[in-house]
Nanobody, 127 residues
Framework: QVQLVESGGGLVQPGGSLRLSCTAS????????IAWFRQVPGAEREGVSV????????SYADSVKGRFTISRDGLENTFYLQMNSLKPEDTAVYYC????????????????????WGQGTQVTVSS
């Protein structure tokens, strides 16, 4: 049984930083995909960043490139989303998602391809 548990959300001022964590358990191979999505009420879910565990490949949405960094602590199977230079438009509920296979680059932000989801953590960027 795969489980994803997020933490690290909160309130931050514009220009500030937050780090989200996602602890994964239950994956039976070392070749899977972890992604961060975000969603605001009334809007579609948006893919933010992705990492594949076998080769460490990473992808970012254009809206967060240069500001967000995804990483992994392999020993702990914990995945991080370091968010810097935060903007009010980054305000959303952030979800960690997992797929037990590696996704091709053109599909990494297709939410329907991820079977496992965390509970979500609120990030609010406001002065």
């Amino acid at each position: 049984q795969v489980q994803l548990v997020e933490s690290g959300g909160g309130l931050v001022q514009p220009g500030g930083s937050l780090r989200l964590s996602c602890t994964a358990s239950g994956f039976t191979s070392n070749d899977y995909t972890i992604a961060w999505f975000r969603q605001v009420p009334g809007a579609e879910r948006e893919g933010v960043s992705v990492i594949t565990t076998r080769d460490g490949g990473k992808s970012y949405a254009d809206s967060v490139k240069g500001r967000f960094t995804i990483s992994r602590d392999g020993l702990e199977n914990t995945f991080y989303l370091q968010m810097n230079s935060l903007k009010p438009e980054d305000t959303a509920v952030y979800y960690c998602a997992g797929a037990n296979y590696r996704l091709d680059a053109e599909y990494v932000f297709r939410g329907e391809l991820y079977r496992y989801w965390g509970q979500g953590t609120q990030v609010t960027v406001s002065s």
